[in-house]
């Protein structure tokens, strides 16, 4: 929640102020920055795209020194006092960066030019290693210990809501109203989700768009769950992000708290029953020079206008290809910012979104698409120009359209991401060009925007049916039905653009797809060109959804280009393969409290004790300190092991053998259980007494040797290698339970 507090901080050794609740990327709009970093690749000048995890461009350097951390998304900190953050790949300044050299030389570097550039001569590897190795990655790692601590928390819950949206909290409700243990995780500092965030329309869209409405809804929601969040079978964690979907519905998932304590926390759940409501991406559309500064998600502009009350921009024109972007252009426009143009790919719409915006007077040209812009660090202007009816070529003359803002709406892809990772089967719905939950895998639900649903009344029918479904299953029922009288909104179709043709030869345009790693159109048509059909090998070949996105925004660009150029059926082709984790996580994170002394766990004896009040010497053995030699009077490790061996032959020594592994085995086949470990024989061992084993792997291999004595007709006790006895179990249990 933004506040009237200031904050100061600095960017690139520039100091700035911003309000208490901003992210550094809305702080960073709110002081007319927009160029915040430069392309892996080719160094272009790059601008915030997004207001979410999906961002491409935004990743920074976050403080300096020896204690910082790299590939931080300003769309995802909130700023506080001293912050210091720095753009990445980039030298000697962001503003003049040398590396921008490779924009110019691009046509000489394409996709896969390192995997034929960098064979020959062999005698030049070595130096090509060198460079490739200076160039490499994005950002610094740091030098020092890092000075934050974490945690790791284990959960076991009846449900288990990812998203705290609208379906998300309607969900919750009705769950937490039957008495289950109920868990609700939100990667936001606030709950409410999109229709919270960015609905600022106000009474202009009464009647025909109930955006009013649904901000009352989700208001309501909140409020109620907030009260109820303080009952015995409910609990809300918010700034928490669900990264990994594993087997038997284990999650993981990352909290931050950022205090002085404690920065973040690994969640590790077990739940009954998982209810993705993981909301949906707005995508970009492929043009020329798509990629500058001041180019960005039509609904992250209204994020940041309606919830961080920032104007990203005093002249905007909107590209779209669907009614959604309609709800920026009345934004802006009901903020007093001029609206110059909406184009619009499609011939026509008769959605309410579009109706209310003629009503407004904005000016749309239908069957229209941008096919370059101008403006090196910042965009100036775009081209427009009119298609033929097929929408293959331009018709007409081209007009210059001048703007500081260009807000780009490609339509919606819902977030299957963990759905993906609980091995759910996705299908291809043709009318929105989206691949949505078909069969789970796991015992899970997808609702909302996450499961292709859009509407607000559909969200609330089909979220309150499937959970009725899900709490029959616990035996329990819920009488409230989903909200009655919630207006739909009509939106007409959305037209399928993959590529908006261009008036330049296809390959001397800059349309980007991934644009960290600075993957353009014409790269996946030489991936293409040159043999490659799977779509694992193209992303691979071009780098296409490699980057810390993960392709949040380009995937399906880029299937959608690849099913264009190739002439194959999306659902022919399938996607890429979605792995954990959804968002990066720090090692630290990961790590927990299992660091430096805690990292593996110092195991001693009884008697360490009389060890080391005797001088004795230590070796690792597995986790144990294990006594090793006692020196006296300055001896060598020779001459100490030489004068206890002679006292041992002379008197009696002592040897500490309880650091050996230690295993129980009984039952009825425990005798013939050994035979088949061991290459001894087992069964004519008699009771109260021991013998030698030694135990061989498939590969004729010793894999461990000890003793093993017999305390009973069907009870062994079994000694391993101190440093094996973990391993040995393991494959104990492997023998028993599959072999």
């Excluded at 700034?239 to 087997?247: I, K």
């Excluded at 009901?334 to 909406?342: E, G, R």
Aim: aromatic share 10%; with cysteine; charged share 25%.
């Amino acid at each position: 929640m933004i506040t009237d507090k200031k904050i100061s901080f600095m960017f690139d050794g520039k100091k700035f102020s911003g309000f208490e609740g901003d992210t550094l990327a809305s702080a960073l709009i709110r002081n007319g920055v927009f160029l915040v970093g430069r392309s892996f690749k080719y160094h272009r000048p790059r601008g915030i795209i997004s207001a979410g995890s999906e961002e491409p461009n935004a990743i920074v350097q976050l403080e300096s020194g020896n204690i910082t951390e790299p590939n931080v998304r300003a769309t995802e900190i909130e700023i506080y006092e001293g912050l210091s953050a720095t753009s990445q790949n980039n030298w000697p300044t962001l503003n003049f960066d040398f590396g921008s050299i490779n924009d110019f030389l691009s046509p000489f570097i394409p996709a896969g030019f390192y995997y034929k550039t960098f064979m020959w001569p062999p005698k030049f590897w070595g130096k090509y290693e060198y460079f490739i190795r200076r160039a490499a990655g994005l950002g610094k790692s740091p030098t020092s210990d890092d000075p934050d601590k974490y945690e790791h928390f284990h959960y076991h819950c009846d449900v288990l809501i990812v998203g705290g949206g609208l379906s998300g909290l309607y969900a919750a409700k009705l769950a937490t109203k039957t008495n289950l243990k109920v868990l609700l995780l939100e990667q936001n500092p606030e709950l409410g989700g999109e229709k919270l965030h960015v609905d600022h329309v106000q009474e202009a869209l009464k009647g025909s768009v109930d955006n009013v409405l649904e901000r009352a809804v989700g208001t309501s929601l909140v409020d109620e769950l907030e009260k109820l969040n303080s009952s015995n079978n409910l609990k809300i964690i918010k700034n928490t992000t669900v990264f990994a979907y594993m087997h038997n519905n284990y999650l993981l998932a990352c909290q931050k708290i950022n205090n002085k304590n404690l920065r973040q926390i690994i969640w590790k759940i077990r739940a009954k029953k998982v209810v993705l409501a993981t909301g949906s991406i707005e995508r970009f559309l492929t043009f020329d020079n798509n990629d500058r500064p001041g180019i960005m998600l039509a609904n992250s502009a209204r994020k940041y206008l309606n919830h961080y009350f920032v104007k990203p921009g005093k002249k905007i024109v909107i590209f779209t290809n669907n009614d959604s972007a309609y709800k920026a252009a009345i934004d802006f426009h009901l903020n007093n910012i001029q609206v110059k143009a909406i184009i619009d790919v499609r011939k026509e719409s008769n959605g309410d979104l579009v109706r209310k915006a003629k009503n407004f007077g904005l000016k749309i040209f239908f069957n229209h698409a941008i096919i370059n812009t101008e403006g090196r660090k910042k965009i100036n202007s775009v081209i427009i120009s009119e298609f033929d009816e097929k929408f293959k070529k331009t018709i007409g003359k081209s007009k210059k359209l001048s703007c500081d803002l260009l807000c780009v709406s490609g339509g919606w892809t819902p977030t299957v991401h963990l759905f993906s990772q609980s091995r759910g089967k996705l299908i291809y719905r043709e009318s929105d060009a989206s691949f949505i939950p078909h069969k789970s895998f796991q015992e899970e639900i997808s609702i909302g925007a996450c499961n292709g649903t859009f509407e607000l009344d559909k969200i609330f029918e089909e979220t309150y049916n499937k959970m009725k479904k899900l709490l029959n299953e616990f035996g329990k029922k819920t009488e409230e039905k989903f909200r009655e009288g919630v207006n739909s909104v009509f939106h007409d179709n959305i037209k399928h653009l993959w590529i908006v043709p261009s008036n330049k030869h296809f390959g001397k345009t800059k349309m980007f797809v991934d644009f960290q790693n600075d993957v353009t159109a014409k790269d996946i048509k030489l991936a293409l060109k040159e043999g490659y059909k799977s779509i694992e090998h193209v992303k691979r070949y071009t780098t296409t959804g490699m980057a810390t996105d993960q392709g949040k925004i380009s995937n399906i660009n880029a299937l959608g280009i690849i099913s264009t150029l190739s002439g194959l059926p999306i659902h022919e082709l399938g996607t890429t393969t979605f792995r954990l984790p959804y968002t990066p996580v720090t090692f630290g994170a990961m790590a927990g409290r299992h660091v430096k002394e805690f990292f593996d766990v110092e195991r001693t004896t009884p008697i360490h004790k009389w060890h080391v009040d005797n001088g004795a010497k230590f070796e690792d053995v597995g986790q144990w300190k294990r006594a090793w030699y006692y020196p006296k009077d300055n001896e060598d490790m020779h001459q100490a092991v030489n004068r206890e061996v002679k006292a041992t032959r002379d008197g009696i020594g002592i040897l500490d053998a309880s650091t050996l592994g230690k295993i129980d085995i009984k039952g009825r086949d425990v005798s013939e259980f050994l035979n088949r470990v061991y290459t001894n024989a087992w069964s004519k061992l008699e009771i109260g007494k021991c013998r030698y084993g030694l135990m061989l792997g498939d590969d004729g291999m010793v894999i461990d040797d000890g003793v093993t004595s017999r305390l009973g007709e069907n009870h062994y006790v079994m000694t391993t290698t101190t440093g094996n006895a973990a391993s040995v179990m393991s494959k104990l249990e492997d023998w028993l339970q599959t072999e």
